[in-house]
């Protein structure tokens, strides 16, 4: 596939269950190689559209393609360039690490499947569990043994959904160095993930709510996009502040972090002047950029989600 020509590009995508729509006339367009983050609070629509593009769901209506075959047409041609990573755990625990990966292998049909699973193990490091049952692994471990699955038929795009939860940090480090890696080898990920450090990560990213786009682009697209004002407060005992700066004119969030306070607002002007009498007190503040975080919680503010 050509580098200009992307991976994935569709146009007011739909799709409805029992009369609710659940994703509501999507497009996005994502580039050959890239890491894509795909952000939203549960029930955004974020697991259907991956399940739309894999094929394992049919949309409703709109159009798409997905490594150059119509998802409406042609799913059945895209199922095998794609490795797809449900949510939870869905490989056989009371099979070995070796034994999924060889099952998964003749699933797909894969010829020198013993050259591919063992290349498969090393890559993932995984040659001290091989002959472990894959239900005694660790979250962390279990994460990697379904990446390496995804992985055996060498696909050219990933759909990972929400793949880091429920691992330890050093876990999701290690994920997402493979997944460097794997995007500077030319393959594309979409990854559906609740943690805005890792979506800092991504090369792009989109943010769904109640089936809606909402926000795309960089992260630093998003956040100057937003058009939020953020201050940053430094002091002892600041939690005291945080409840006195609710309600105050132009102040829409205010956010602990440790012995900080985030305190934004849409109006620059406006949120300065309410600020100001707080500002001859014991507290230092300094105007800062707003983080991912700040910008998604007003998104979902201006959508009515608490």
């Known amino acids: 596939m050509a580098e200009d020509v992307p991976v994935i590009e569709v146009q007011e995508l ?25 952000l939203g609070p549960n029930g955004s629509g974020k697991t259907t559209f991956i399940r739309m ?26 199922k095998p360039h794609v490795g797809y990573m449900a949510q939870r755990f869905s490989l056989y625990e009371d099979l070995s690490v070796l034994e999924n990966l060889n099952f998964m ?7 020198q499947l013993k050259t591919l699973v063992d290349e498969s193990i ?8 091989a002959n472990q049952l894959a239900g005694t692994l660790s979250g962390g471990w279990k994460q990697r043994l379904a990446l390496a699955t995804c992985l055996l038929h060498q696909p050219r795009l990933l759909l990972l959904d929400e793949p880091t939860a429920g691992v330890d940090p050093k876990a999701r480090r290690d994920f997402w160095d493979d997944i ?20 800092e990560r991504c090369h792009r990213l989109a943010y ?42 132009g102040v829409e969030q205010v ?20 600020l100001q009498p707080f500002m001859a007190e014991e507290y230092r503040w300094q105007k800062t950029e707003a983080n991912l975080e700040e910008v998604f919680i007003s998104l979902m503010q201006d959508r009515g989600v608490q």
């Open 255 to 274: 956010v602990p972090f440790g012995n900080t306070l985030h305190v934004s607002g849409h109006d620059a002007d406006k949120l300065a002047r309410g």
């Open 208 to 249: 769904l709510s109640y089936g809606k786009l909402l926000a795309a682009g960089t992260a630093d697209q998003v956040i100057a996009a937003s058009g939020l004002t953020s201050w940053s407060v430094f002091g002892s005992n600041v939690h005291r502040l945080a409840a006195r700066l609710k309600g105050v004119a």
């Open 180 to 199: 460097y890696r794997l995007s500077e080898q030319g393959v594309t990920s979409l990854i559906s993930t609740h943690y805005m450090d890792e979506a």
């Open 122 to 129: 090393q890559r993932m490091g995984l040659a001290r569990f």
């Open 105 to 111: 292998g003749r699933i797909y049909g894969l010829q």
């Open 14 to 38: 739909t799709k409805s269950f029992n009369g609710k729509t659940v994703v509501d006339k999507l497009s996005l367009r994502v580039a050959p190689g890239e890491i894509y983050g795909f």
């Open 53 to 78: 593009l894999c094929g394992l769901l049919r949309p409703d209506s709109g159009t798409g393609v997905c490594l150059g075959f119509d998802i409406q047409k042609e799913s059945e041609k895209i």
